[in-house]
């Protein structure tokens, strides 16, 4: 599996994670709404985080069983575990280094109604 890094905009918050990255996931819920997030799925076991775990805060609502990640210098959302499957992440596709996000297909998922 290809390993990718990624980071927030101020550079305070680094990781790393191995995964195959065929498709982009954007959710209507109302969180992803506001935050226009578009994801890609990561097994929770290969994030690593490189630099900045202190800077990390996190964010939660609804049942509380998702965490939000996303950095407290920049405000940039990193990535989440996921509420109905927690041991993935779903990661901030334009956080990740070099990746050309216009040649991966989207995919729309309903989390509203989830
Ligand atoms: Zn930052």
């Given at each position: ?29 109302s ?37 939000h ?46």
């Amino acid at each position: 599996m290809p390993r990718y890094t990624a980071s927030c905009h101020c550079g305070a918050v680094k990781f790393a994670f191995d995964a195959q990255i065929d498709e982009l996931v954007i959710c209507n819920c109302s969180l992803c709404t506001k935050r226009r997030a578009v994801m890609v799925s990561v097994p929770r076991d290969s994030l690593q985080i490189l630099e900045g775990h202190s800077a990390l805060s996190s964010y939660r609502w609804n049942t509380g069983q998702a965490h939000h990640h996303f950095c407290s210098t920049c405000g940039i959302y990193t990535f989440h575990q996921r509420r109905i499957d927690p041991a993935m992440y779903s990661v901030n596709a334009f956080c990740i280094d070099g990746l050309d996000v216009s040649a991966i297909p989207l995919r729309h998922v309903d989390g509203r109604s989830r």
